[in-house]
């Protein structure tokens, strides 16, 4: 059973589009939910943390935000870049601060 | 001034050997954690380990043992190797854990292994 998905798992769009990537989980006892960014062949960068006491968070142009009770978090990114251009991925923490991952989302942007 | 690094980046070994993986962290984290991901890039947890303990996902075959010389550090070692290890592993660091609250987690660069 999958405990994080994420839809869809691949996007492209053209350069400048506002998005939305989402992801949800199985287990609302969550104690946060991370967002991270991974380039081929590279490691992963962090780009949000929300706390489960938190609704959103943002950075720049990126804006998570969470709702526990519904089991969902989605990632906004306004004006996409072509630098943007990444897999894109979620995952909650349990205790332990052990990450469960979502598949990702691998987002292209078009010049 | 790398936060979380990881020796070396390739691994390309034969079936049967016993390999390691090294990782360290120069943020003064508490904990440090394993995680593989595999052919179909899905990442999954293997290991979380501080100076107090060390949890291990249940699915991680026992050929597979952290060993933690200090603070800063997080080796991987890797017994009698099998085709199915092939994978990249990565490691990274939060500061404690705690049943409180969690925090967030730096990683290095990864580590792709390749079993012939």
């Known amino acids: 059973k999958q405990e994080v998905t994420q839809i869809p798992a691949a996007l492209s769009v053209p350069e400048g589009e506002n998005l939305v990537l989402n992801c949800s989980f199985t287990d609302s006892a969550i104690y946060n939910l991370q967002w991270f960014r991974q380039d081929p062949g590279k490691g992963l960068t962090s780009l949000l943390l929300i706390q489960s006491s938190q609704r959103e968070q943002t950075s720049g142009r990126l804006n998570a935000s969470l709702d526990k009770s519904s089991g969902r978090s989605t990632l906004y990114i306004a004006a996409s870049q072509p630098g943007d251009s990444a897999t894109y991925l979620c995952?909650?923490?349990?205790?332990?601060?052990?990450?469960?991952f979502g598949g990702g989302t691998r987002l292209m942007v078009k010049p | 001034d790398t936060a979380v690094s990881q020796t070396p980046k390739y691994l390309v070994t034969q079936m049967g050997n016993d390999k390691s993986i090294k990782c360290e962290q120069n943020l003064g984290h508490d904990t440090m954690y394993w995680y593989k991901q595999d052919s179909k890039k899905f990442l999954k947890i293997m290991f979380s380990y501080n100076n107090k303990e060390l949890i291990i996902n249940e699915t991680v075959p026992n050929r597979f043992s952290p060993k933690s010389p200090d603070k800063a550090h997080l080796n991987l070692h890797i017994n009698s190797l099998e085709l199915g290890d092939s994978a990249v592993y990565f490691c990274?660091?939060?500061?404690?854990?705690?049943?409180?609250?969690?925090?967030?987690?730096?990683f290095g660069p990864g580590t792709r292994l390749t079993v012939t």
């Open positions: 990274a660091s939060s500061q404690a854990t705690g049943y409180s609250g969690a925090y967030e987690q730096y």
């Open positions: 995952a909650k923490t349990n205790a332990g601060n052990m990450l469960t």
